[in-house]
């Protein structure tokens, strides 16, 4: 059920658990931006153009720093961890993609019935806040607001919110924008400016805004359309701040071009190489596919590989781990413990690769030429460390935290917990 909408009432300051973390929620509003495919790279080019000075202000008043994603550096995999502030061990969201081990079945992860954790909205709605969740996406929106009372839409579909189902109808005029198409920069804009018209409008003040990487995929920092895309979501931070909240940011990956010296995708098809060199069976899965291709082909620098079991495993790792281009193999054991993930939802053996590599599986699997231009991907160690902004100053143990090792799926507590109010 929604909340009684247009409310002007403080937010609501009870303290909720959840996920083995106590969250102290300020009398203002709160909102976490997750903006997809943002490496550090976007900002530091935007700030040195001069493209974002809310940015560059809340960089001085308050806090900018590096967290660590979670690995796969995927878009599911963070954004799964972040709304609950948990690994994917935890999350049990390994990929966007998997092989279900019950019905052998290669499908998409993005139903909550594969989301093993609770989610820190849900438990920030049922503590009294007004909370709303918008992605670009419409493949995340369900298992995002996952058992949440509140608003829950995606730019992708904002035309299609009704009340039953998303807390909200009628967005495109509460918003005030037209529905975009989803490979747009206004597809991640959009999403931004319902934030501060949710807010302006009483309708929310605990906001987890997930934006998409399709601007990223297609254009490096230093591109006109970036400079412009950057700048554009500046004006809507530098709102969301006028407003009052606590703006917290960061991002479920970096982005890094893929490609050879010739601009051609640089690609290691394994399962193509892994049969040649040890015959048929070997399945190699690629978790980042999603409906989205013409982001990256479903090419990136992670897959699992499932091996049949008359193969040694020890034996394979070690031949993919001499090839150019592959950085790190685990096997499943090893996964579950370095890479945080979890164990029956991964195959025999998990294997990253190069800043400039992307895995794939076969020539035939892969339709390279759906690509918008050169390819620009993620999802390896390379683009595992994001940029974390906070628009207030840290309380002193949280500046502590910050210097360890924080993790952009602490984000919710940085916001809620660690900024001076
Ligand atoms: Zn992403």
């Known amino acids: 059920m929604p909340h009684p909408s247009g ?18 929620p300020p009398p203002r509003p709160v909102a976490v931006l997750c903006l997809d495919g943002c490496g550090d790279e976007y900002l530091d080019v935007s700030l040195a153009h001069g493209s974002m000075p809310h940015l560059g202000r809340l960089t001085q008043q308050g806090y900018r720093g590096m967290v660590r994603g979670a690995l796969p550096s ?8 972040i709304v609950t502030g948990l690994p994917p061990a935890q999350t049990g969201i390994g990929g966007n993609y998997f092989l279900d081990p019950d019905s052998g079945e290669e499908v998409m992860m993005n139903s909550s019935r594969y989301l093993r954790a609770d989610t820190i909205l849900a438990a920030a709605a049922t503590a009294g806040r007004r909370v709303a969740m918008v992605t670009a996406k419409d493949k995340l ?58 807010i302006e409008q009483g309708l929310a003040d605990f906001l ?16 006109a359309e970036s400079l412009d895309f950057y700048r554009a979501m500046d004006t809507e931070i530098g709102r969301l701040v006028e407003l009052g909240a606590i703006v917290a940011a960061t991002a479920d990956h970096g982005m890094n071009a893929k490609t050879k010296l010739d601009g051609s995708p640089n690609v290691l098809f394994l399962e193509s190489l892994l049969t040649q060199r040890f015959g048929a069976g070997i399945r190699v899965i690629c978790p980042i596919t999603d409906p989205y291709v013409v982001h990256h082909g479903a090419l990136g620098s992670a897959v699992t590989v499932y091996l049949p079991p008359a193969l040694n495993v020890a034996e394979v790792a070690r031949w993919l781990i001499e090839l150019p281009g592959v950085t790190e193999v685990y096997d499943r054991a090893l996964s579950a413990r370095k890479l945080e993930l979890p164990a029956d939802r991964i195959g025999d053996l998990f294997v ?19 690509l918008a231009g050169p390819l620009r991907s993620h999802g390896g160690r ?10 207030g100053p840290l309380r002193p143990e949280y500046v502590a935290k910050a210097a360890a090792d924080p993790r952009n799926f602490d984000i919710f507590d940085f916001a809620v917990n660690g900024v001076h109010a």
């Open 141 to 198: 929106r369900e298992i995002l607001s996952h058992k949440m009372q509140g608003i829950s839409f995606s730019a992708e579909k904002a035309n299609q919110a009704v009340v039953e189902t998303h807390g909200i109808t009628d967005v495109e005029t509460i918003v005030d924008r037209p529905t975009p198409p989803i490979y747009s920069a206004d597809a991640s804009l959009f999403v931004l400016h319902a934030g501060v018209r949710l």
């Open 74 to 81: 995927f878009t599911n995999v963070n954004n799964a961890a």
């Open 382 to 391: 390379y683009e595992e460390m994001v940029p974390m902004v906070l628009s």
């Open 7 to 24: 409310s002007t009432s403080r937010p609501a300051t009870t303290p909720f658990t959840v996920n083995g973390r106590t969250y102290c």
């Open 208 to 223: 987890y805004l997930s934006l998409t990487d399709y601007m990223q995929h297609k254009y490096p920092p230093e591109a």
């Open 352 to 370: 990253l690769s190069a800043r400039d590599v992307v895995l794939g599986r076969t020539p035939e699997h892969h339709d390279v030429s759906a």
